[in-house]
Nanobody, 121 residues
Framework: QVQVVESGGELVQTGGSLRLSCAAS????????RSWFRQAPGKDREFVAA????????DYADSAKGRFTISGDNAKNTVDLQMNSLKAEDTAIYYC??????????????WGQGTQVTVSS
């Protein structure tokens, strides 16, 4: 079993920056791909970014390209999401997912409980 815990969500102003962090623990958690999804009220959970466990490849949703950066640390077994130039439409619960690959939530196995990001003007 793999445990996933997110942190870093908070209230931030439009145009500001925020860094989310996710820690995975468990016997096989190191060699697992990692990702971030988000879910706004009344909307489906959507893909934000992903990184291969080898840290050699990343993927981003169009809405994240140029503003968000995903990074991983295998020594700490963490994955971060640096978010810059935040917009009101980035307001959502952000989830970390581990073990899988792809832009569909169904393709990821282990999930955290989420961390709330609110962007206000």
């Amino acid at each position: 079993q793999v445990q996933v815990v997110e942190s870093g969500g908070e209230l931030v102003q439009t145009g500001g920056s925020l860094r989310l962090s996710c820690a995975a623990s468990g016997r096989t958690s190191i060699r697992l791909n990692r990702s971030w999804f988000r879910q706004a009220p009344g909307k489906d959970r959507e893909f934000v970014a992903a990184i291969k466990w080898s840290l050699t490849s990343t993927d981003y949703a169009d809405s994240a390209k140029g503003r968000f950066t995903i990074s991983g640390d295998n020594a700490k077994n963490t994955v971060d999401l640096q978010m810059n130039s935040l917009k009101a439409e980035d307001t959502a619960i952000y989830y970390c997912a581990v073990g899988g690959w792809g832009a569909s939530a169904n393709e990821w196995r282990y999930w955290g409980q989420g961390t709330q990001v609110t962007v206000s003007s």
